[in-house]
């Protein structure tokens, strides 16, 4: 993992220059830099306009006391783009607004999600061996055959947390 994140950190700088320079090759340095500055604007407002919607729907659902996975999901994803949008480059722009442009991010927040799903399926449950088994289970209401001596007894030699109760926590009877 680390050897695939120093190839991002030095492949994308790299593919962001190389782009910048046939575009400024094609159009001119003055309208690159002009269009660089113009997407980063265009980005920001886009960034906060979504930020602050999904933040709302965020507060919303936990004031409705529901899970806010999907403004969860969402949040991450305008996150991402965001910090790409910040990314000076043409590339990292394109991707940036695809993740923050509402229409676009929900098919992002889809792949997040199955890609999230798919990790804790493969990491957290051992590759997938240990979310397949599963254990069954049965309890029965046992008491005690014969009561015990002294009631005050058993109290002073164990604990209150580890003295044997009915189901619905009432003490044993005689």
């Known amino acids: ?3 695939l994140l120093a190839l991002v950190l ?6 962001e220059l190389w782009f910048i320079l046939q575009v400024a090759e094609r159009i ?3 309208e690159t830099v002009i269009s660089l500055i113009l997407v980063a604007v265009v980005g920001t407002w886009l960034l906060v306009r979504e930020g602050r919607a999904t933040w709302t729907r965020l507060r919303a659902a936990i004031a409705r006391g529901e899970m806010p996975t999907n403004e969860l999901a969402e949040g991450a994803t ?3 783009g965001g910090a790409l949008l910040l990314t000076p480059g043409f590339l990292t722009d394109v991707v940036g607004l695809l993740l923050v442009f509402p229409i676009t991010r929900i098919v992002a927040t889809r792949w997040l999600r199955r890609g999230v799903g798919w ?9 997938g061996r240990a979310a397949k088994v599963v254990y069954t289970t049965t309890a029965a209401n046992v008491r005690r055959k014969s009561p015990t001596p002294d009631p005050q007894s058993s109290a002073r030699t164990l604990p209150s947390s580890q003295r044997p109760n009915d189901e619905d926590d009432s003490p044993d009877k005689a």
């Open 1 to 3: 993992m680390p050897g």
């Open 10 to 15: 030095l492949v994308v700088p790299l593919a």
């Open 28 to 30: 001119g340095i003055f």
């Open 78 to 80: 305008i996150l991402v």
């Open 119 to 127: 990790w804790a399926g493969t990491k957290v449950a051992g590759g």
